[in-house]
């Protein structure tokens, strides 16, 4: 893909029922320097029944890879309501089209089901997994790399130590499996609690 400079955002789960997650994405974005930004929500709630799910129905890590996947379609439409002023797009195509527009300052929701089913395999680099080693973490990393995004920043409710790697972070449960594999080929990667942001008090 061509065209503005882009990154990619993945809002975990654990932010989806934050009564201030739009105060506080709105305060992050403003401090950020402008480019196109492209939202990934994670599965939240619904990864963790699909998990329970598994263990008790015995469904398969591909099975239920592919019914986390779907579930992601839900929290992106719940990130589209609530986030203001951003798109919706769960085709690749148009993806690249809206980057090669120049949209910088626009912000849109990607829904990734389409591109993990259609598109995915077929691209540079190692396919992703099809078990519980791959979360949404890893899914927003695979969509940067593919896009060749600036930089993936991880939205979530927690603040790890800066001193830990991403393999520590993965055998700690706080990325998944995959991660620290996949984090290596990207050009750069960013934790943010998106808890801890405040408003400002005053704009000039």
Avoid at 83 to 89: E, K, N, T, Y
């Amino acid at each position: 893909m061509s065209g503005s400079a882009v990154r990619v955002v993945k809002i975990g789960g654990s932010l989806l029922d934050y009564p201030r997650l739009v105060e506080a994405w709105n305060e992050w974005l403003f401090r950020e320097p402008r480019m196109a930004t492209v939202v990934i929500g994670g599965g939240g709630p619904y990864a963790d029944l699909i998990r329970d799910w598994d263990r008790r129905f015995l469904l398969g890590e591909e099975t239920a890879h592919w019914m986390c996947v779907a579930s992601m379609n839900i929290t992106a439409t719940l990130l589209h309501q609530r986030l203001s002023g951003v798109s919706f797009i769960d085709d690749w195509q148009s993806l690249g089209e809206w980057i090669g527009s120049g949209q910088l300052h626009a912000t849109t929701v990607f829904s990734v089901e389409s591109f993990l089913k259609t598109i995915e395999e077929d691209l540079p680099g190692d396919q992703l997994p099809r078990s519980w080693a791959v979360s949404s973490d890893s899914i927003a990393a695979r969509v940067a790399e593919a896009m060749g995004a600036e930089e993936l920043v991880l939205g979530k409710s927690t603040s790890p130590s800066p001193a830990r790697d991403w393999q520590q972070l993965s055998d700690e449960g706080f990325v998944d499996q995959y991660f620290p594999e996949i984090a290596t080929r990207l050009p750069a990667v960013r934790w943010v609690n998106l808890r801890t942001i405040t408003a400002a008090k005053t704009r000039q």
